[in-house]
C-alpha cells in the first residue's frame, strides 16, 4: 500500500517507516522538521535499502498538502504529526492547540476531499488523566491534565464524530505507553533538543557523560520502592503494533481506541538499575521533590490489542535499555 507518515522524520515515525518498508508498503513522509531531521529519513533508507517519498510540509499548509495527495495515489494515513513537550504546553497552549488539533483539522479536511478516509492516530495515555487506577482500560472515563493531553483527547474526539458523520472513516487511535529504545543498527533513535524531558533520553545522556546526574523526581510514592512506575514499551514493537493498526484500519469500517504498551510497570529506580546491569554503565542520581502532574503508577491493560491487532510486544527492558544505549553511544550528538 502507500501509506502517507505525518511526522514521519520523528522519532516514533522514522522506526514506522521502517518496518512499513520492510513490509514492502511504499512510504510519503510529510514532515516540517520543527523536532527532527532530515538525516532520519536517510538513515531510513540506509537501514532499509529502500526509498521514502520526503515532502518537507507543515500539516497546517493546505496547498502544500493537497498537492501531496494529487500527486500520490494515498491508502492511508499515520499521522505522527505534533509537538509533544507537556511543559512547552502548558507554556503555549496556542501553539499546540494550532499545531496539532488545527494541524489535524487541516490533513482530515484534504484526507477526506481526496477520499483518503483511513487513519492510524497517535494518541496517548496521558489521555487517562490522574484518577484512573492501572491497570488501564481503553473505555475508562478521559481527562487531561494539560494541553498537549488535551489536544489528544480532542482529535480522538474529532476522530470519532467524523466517523459518526460519515462511515466510510475508519480509524485507529493508538495510546501509546513509554516509548524508549531505538532501532537495533543504531542508526536511529529519539533525539531531543536541549536538556531531555523523558527518563530515559535523560538517563543515556547521563551515562554519555553529557549530564552529571540523573534527578528522580520523587521518593514517596505509593509504589514498590517509592519511584514514579510506567509502562516502558520498546520503540521498535510500538512501530510493528502501527502495522497491525494499519491492517485493522484497512479491514474494519469502525474507530476503536487502542492501547500500545506491554502491560508491566516500571519504578525510576528499576529503570536505572537494569540499565546499568544490561549496559554496565552506572547512572548516578539523586532523589529530588516530585514534578508536579506526575502520577504515581501508569500501565496498560493490553487485552484489547491482542484481540483486535493479534499484537503484543516481544522486547524486554533490558533490550530496551542496550537499545537506547547503543543509539545514544554511537550518536552522542544526536543526528
Ligand atoms: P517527534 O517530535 O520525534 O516526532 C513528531 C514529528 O512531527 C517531528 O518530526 C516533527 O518535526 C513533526 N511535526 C510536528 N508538527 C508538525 C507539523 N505541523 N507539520 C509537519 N510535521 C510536524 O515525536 P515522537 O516521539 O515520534 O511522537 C510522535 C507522535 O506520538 C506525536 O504525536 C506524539 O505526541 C505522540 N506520542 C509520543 C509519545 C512519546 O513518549 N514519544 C507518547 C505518546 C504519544
Ligand atoms: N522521571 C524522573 N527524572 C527525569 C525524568 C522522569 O524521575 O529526569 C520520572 C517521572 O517522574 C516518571 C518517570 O520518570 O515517574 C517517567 O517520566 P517520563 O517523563 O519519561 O514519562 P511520563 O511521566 O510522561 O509518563
Redesign the pocket.
Known amino acids: 500500500m502507500n501509506i502517507l507518515v505525518?511526522?514521519?522524520?520523528?522519532?516514533?515515525?522514522?522506526h514506522t517507516c521502517v518496518e512499513l518498508l520492510n513490509n514492502n508498503h511504499n512510504v510519503i513522509v510529510?514532515?516540517?522538521?520543527?523536532?527532527?531531521k532530515k538525516e532520519?529519513i536517510n538513515r531510513v533508507e540506509a537501514i532499509t535499502n529502500k526509498k521514502v517519498k520526503f515532502y518537507e510540509?507543515?500539516?497546517?499548509?493546505k496547498r502544500g498538502l493537497d498537492l501531496v495527495f494529487k500527486s500520490n495515489t494515498i491508502d492511508a494515513v499515520i499521522?505522527?504529526?505534533?509537538?509533544?513537550a507537556v511543559g512547552e504546553s502548558v507554556e503555549e497552549p496556542l501553539k499546540y492547540y494550532q499545531?496539532?488539533i488545527t494541524?489535524t483539522l487541516v490533513l482530515m479536511d484534504i484526507m477526506k476531499r481526496h477520499n483518503v478516509k483511513k487513519i492510524v492516530f497517535?494518541?496517548?495515555?496521558?489521555v487517562y488523566g490522574m484518577n484512573n487506577v492501572s491497570p488501564l482500560t481503553e473505555e475508562l472515563p478521559l481527562s487531561t491534565t494539560n494541553p498537549?493531553g488535551t489536544t489528544?483527547m480532542y482529535i480522538e474526539r474529532i476522530i470519532r464524530d467524523t466517523y459518526q458523520a460519515d462511515n466510510e472513516w475508519s480509524g485507529t487511535l493508538l495510546?501509546?505507553?513509554?516509548?524508549i529504545g531505538a532501532h537495533h543498527s543504531g542508526t536511529i533513535g529519539?533525539?531531543p533538543k536541549g536538556v531531555p524531558n523523558?527518563l530515559m533520553p535523560f538517563i543515556t545522556q547521563v551515562a554519555v557523560g553529557k549530564r552529571e546526574k540523573l534527578s528522580v523526581f520523587g521518593n514517596d510514592y505509593d509504589t514498590h520502592d517509592g519511584t514514579g512506575v510506567r509502562d516502558y514499551i520498546h520503540v521498535v514493537d510500538l512501530a510493528k503494533g502501527h502495522l497491525k493498526a494499519l491492517e485493522f484500519t484497512m479491514k474494519n469500517k469502525t474507530i476503536e481506541a487502542i492501547n500500545l504498551g506491554t502491560g508491566v510497570g516500571y519504578s525510576v529506580l528499576d529503570m536505572v538499575d537494569t540499565f546499568r546491569v544490561a549496559t554496565n554503565t552506572k547512572v548516578p542520581y539523586q532523589i529530588i521533590d516530585r514534578r508536579p502532574g506526575d502520577i504515581a503508577t501508569c500501565f496498560a491493560d493490553t487485552k484489547k490489542a491482542k484481540e483486535l491487532l493479534d499484537w503484543e510486544t516481544e522486547k524486554n527492558l533490558a533490550d530496551m535499555c542496550r537499545d537506547s544505549w547503543r543509539w545514544q553511544s554511537d550518536n552522542p550528538e544526536g543526528y
Open positions: 505525518t511526522g514521519g522524520a520523528g522519532y516514533i515515525g522514522s510529510v514532515d516540517n522538521l520543527s523536532n527532527s532520519a510540509i507543515d500539516i497546517l499548509d499521522h505522527f504529526a505534533g509537538l509533544k499545531n496539532n494541524g497517535s494518541s496517548s495515555a496521558t498537549y489528544k495510546r501509546y505507553f513509554n516509548p529519539e533525539d523523558n
